[in-house]
């Protein structure tokens, strides 16, 4: 095996190991819903269905069928009290218990990274390959806000495990020989936080699944969880003084008091089912993104339904939306530059072609995802 791979400086070269398969291990931080980390997971496994998944928490009936088959190991910290659903709260005991996981015989080890999962300690004649969905936000660029947001208890006790945490995660990242970024944006913050370098490989979007509309509707469509981060509140109050209609699709701690505020062109969904989805993303005038995003899926679903975007012009938004093409970008987050955006928009829309915005989309494909791991990591 020590020739399978060259240094970290360069790129790997091809993977000579005769008649044998590599052993391959995916670590993953948590494994308690399906969201965008759980996908690119899912693709991970279909280009390595013999791979083992290595996970802090693993909740069975939350996965899919795919992950499900893959045979996962957990680390001890599934083992503790109400872990499947207070996981967070051992974050300070994963460092640990990364570093007690035995990864003997595996050749490729591939760390998924969003919440603790580089730091596992492989062969030294394996090679360690992050995709890195993003640093950890509520130790670093975050950490303010989340401390604010904190019980009391917590707010005593973070700066000093934090602290921790955050020389563990540099120290950490130099364990790993190769790392990808699923955007730009997340390619910046690992070289500020880790002095490392990446390779941008964005993130698997299930393209072919969305499809456009000849019907289009009057309303802009706004999805997502309703918490501060995703300031679902700029949203309402744009589309307040715009009066122009919008529907909010998702639920969240700020549900309530943005439907108590919200003039009646503002319409709320808490849940729509895929069907549903797919058909007010095809439908909509237009996407309304108002958080800086790792990547945000949402915006490439929309364009894969033909529709434009009209969003916050920081975080991964850049890397899928082109300015003037698929959307409009607005610069700052608050209410006057989104209602500016939308006002752009309204031009926008006589000359915007939804062929543009569904080629666009086609770049963030699976089959695009898969052809760029596989250059990143060619093992046979």
Same mark, same amino acid.
């Given at each position: 095996?020590?020739?399978?791979?060259?240094?970290?400086?360069?790129? +790997?070269?091809?993977?000579?190991?005769?008649?044998? &398969?590599?052993?391959?291990?995916?670590?993953?931080?948590?494994?308690?819903? !399906?969201?965008?980390?759980?996908?690119?997971?899912?693709?991970?496994?279909?280009?390595?269905?013999?791979?083992?998944?290595?996970?802090?928490?693993?909740?069975?009936?939350?996965?899919?069928?795919?992950?499900?088959?893959?045979?996962?190991?957990?680390?001890?910290?599934?083992?503790?009290?109400?872990?499947?659903?207070?996981?967070?709260?051992?974050?300070?005991?994963? +460092?640990?218990?990364?570093?007690?996981?035995?990864?003997?015989?595996?050749?490729?080890?591939?760390?998924?990274?969003?919440?603790?999962?580089?730091?596992?300690?492989?062969?030294?004649?394996?090679?360690?390959?992050?995709?890195?969905?993003?640093?950890?936000?509520?130790?670093?660029?975050?950490?303010?806000?989340?401390? &604010?947001?904190?019980?009391?208890?917590?707010? !005593?006790? !973070?700066?000093?495990?934090?602290?921790?945490?955050?020389?563990?995660?540099?120290?950490?990242?130099?364990?790993?020989?190769?790392?990808?970024?699923?955007?730009?944006?997340?390619?910046?913050?690992?070289?500020?936080?880790?002095?490392?370098?990446?390779? =941008?490989?964005?993130?698997?979007?299930?393209?072919?699944?969305?499809?456009?509309?000849?019907?289009?509707?009057?309303?802009?469509?706004?999805?997502?969880?309703?918490?501060?981060?995703?300031?679902?509140?700029?949203? =309402?109050?744009?589309?307040?003084?715009?009066?122009?209609?919008?529907?909010?699709?998702?639920?969240?701690? !700020?549900?309530?008091?943005? &439907?108590?505020?919200?003039?009646?062109?503002?319409?709320? =969904?808490?849940?729509?089912?895929?069907?549903?989805?797919?058909?007010?993303?095809?439908?909509?005038?237009?996407?309304?993104?108002?958080?800086?995003?790792?990547?945000?899926?949402?915006?490439?679903?929309?364009?894969?339904?033909?529709?434009?975007?009209?969003?916050?012009?920081?975080?991964?938004?850049?890397?899928?939306?082109?300015?003037?093409?698929?959307?409009?970008?607005?610069?700052?987050?608050?209410?006057?530059?989104?209602?500016?955006?939308?006002?752009?928009?309204?031009?926008?829309?006589?000359?915007?072609?939804?062929?543009?915005?569904?080629?666009?989309?086609?770049?963030?494909?699976?089959?695009?995802?898969?052809?760029?791991?596989?250059?990143?990591?060619?093992?046979?």
């Amino acid at each position: 095996m020590s020739a399978l791979f060259e240094s970290a400086a360069g790129p +790997p070269a091809p993977a000579i190991l005769g008649q044998r &398969k590599p052993r391959v291990a995916i670590v993953h931080y948590w494994l308690v819903a !399906m969201r965008g980390g759980e996908r690119v997971l899912e693709r991970l496994l279909n280009l390595y269905p013999d791979a083992d998944i290595l996970t802090h928490v693993y909740d069975l009936q939350a996965v899919s069928a795919r992950i499900r088959a893959a045979r996962v190991r957990t680390s001890f910290i599934n083992s503790l009290p109400y872990a499947r659903k207070f996981y967070q709260y051992y974050l300070p005991l994963m +460092p640990m218990a990364l570093e007690e996981l035995d990864l003997s015989g595996y050749d490729l080890v591939i760390s998924s990274e969003a919440g603790p999962a580089k730091g596992v300690i492989t062969p030294p004649n394996a090679m360690h390959v992050c995709y890195c969905h993003s640093p950890m936000r509520y130790i670093w660029d975050h950490y303010h806000q989340y401390r &604010k947001e904190a019980n009391w208890l917590a707010r !005593m006790a !973070m700066p000093s495990m934090y602290h921790r945490l955050r020389e563990w995660d540099v120290s950490s990242s130099a364990r790993v020989d190769r790392i990808a970024a699923n955007s730009h944006f997340i390619q910046s913050r690992i070289r500020k936080f880790w002095r490392r370098e990446a390779e =941008v490989i964005h993130p698997p979007v299930e393209t072919n699944l969305f499809t456009p509309s000849l019907e289009i509707d009057d309303a802009y469509l706004w999805v997502g969880q309703m918490v501060p981060y995703k300031r679902p509140d700029l949203a =309402v109050d744009a589309f307040n003084a715009n009066g122009l209609p919008l529907l909010m699709v998702g639920s969240g701690g !700020m549900a309530k008091a943005l &439907k108590a505020r919200a003039m009646p062109n503002i319409r709320f =969904v808490d849940h729509l089912d895929f069907s549903a989805l797919r058909r007010a993303y095809a439908r909509a005038r237009a996407l309304v993104m108002t958080a800086e995003e790792d990547f945000g899926l949402t915006p490439v679903e929309a364009m894969a339904s033909g529709r434009p975007v009209v969003g916050l012009g920081r975080g991964g938004l850049v890397d899928s939306v082109i300015p003037d093409r698929t959307g409009i970008l607005f610069e700052r987050q608050d209410t006057e530059d989104l209602i500016e955006a939308v006002d752009r928009m309204e031009y926008f829309l006589r000359h915007f072609d939804p062929r543009h915005a569904i080629e666009q989309a086609s770049h963030f494909s699976p089959e695009a995802f898969d052809d760029k791991i596989r250059q990143f990591i060619p093992v046979n």
